[in-house]
């Protein structure tokens, strides 16, 4: 939790200048990617692999496509709406060229 915190802290600190073990410094931002650091633990023992989740890339498909089409639905009724109510009507341009 700590080691989060840390993280938090630097991402925080941006540009403003990068904290190290000796407190904040100056320098280039570094972008802070979440990841496991510690790969032992106190006493030296191996940590166990992270749980692994099968099948992320189809779940993720599964819930952005959906939520995509209703978006796009809602977006054509919305625009339809608009130009019933003659809020927003695009203007037919003659391409005569």
């Given at each position: 939790?700590?080691?989060?915190?840390?993280?938090?802290l630097?991402?925080?600190?941006?540009?403003?200048?990068?904290?190290?073990?000796?407190?904040?410094?100056?320098?280039?931002a570094?972008?802070v990617?979440?990841?496991?650091s510690?790969?032992?633990s106190r006493?030296?023992?191996?940590?166990?692999?992270?749980p692994?989740?099968?099948f992320?890339?189809?779940?993720?498909?599964?819930?952005?496509?959906?939520?995509?089409?209703i978006?796009?639905?809602?977006?054509?009724n919305?625009a339809?709406?608009?130009?019933?109510h003659?809020i927003f009507?695009?203007?037919d341009?003659d391409?005569d060229d």
């Amino acid at each position: 939790m700590a080691g989060l915190g840390g993280r938090l802290l630097a991402a925080a600190a941006g540009s403003r200048g990068r904290v190290g073990p000796g407190g904040l410094r100056s320098g280039p931002a570094v972008t802070v990617v979440p990841s496991r650091s510690e790969t032992v633990s106190r006493s030296g023992a191996i940590l166990p692999k992270p749980p692994k989740m099968p099948f992320g890339l189809l779940r993720v498909f599964t819930v952005v496509i959906p939520f995509l089409y209703i978006g796009t639905q809602i977006s054509k009724n919305f625009a339809a709406l608009l130009e019933e109510h003659d809020i927003f009507v695009p203007e037919d341009d003659d391409d005569d060229d």
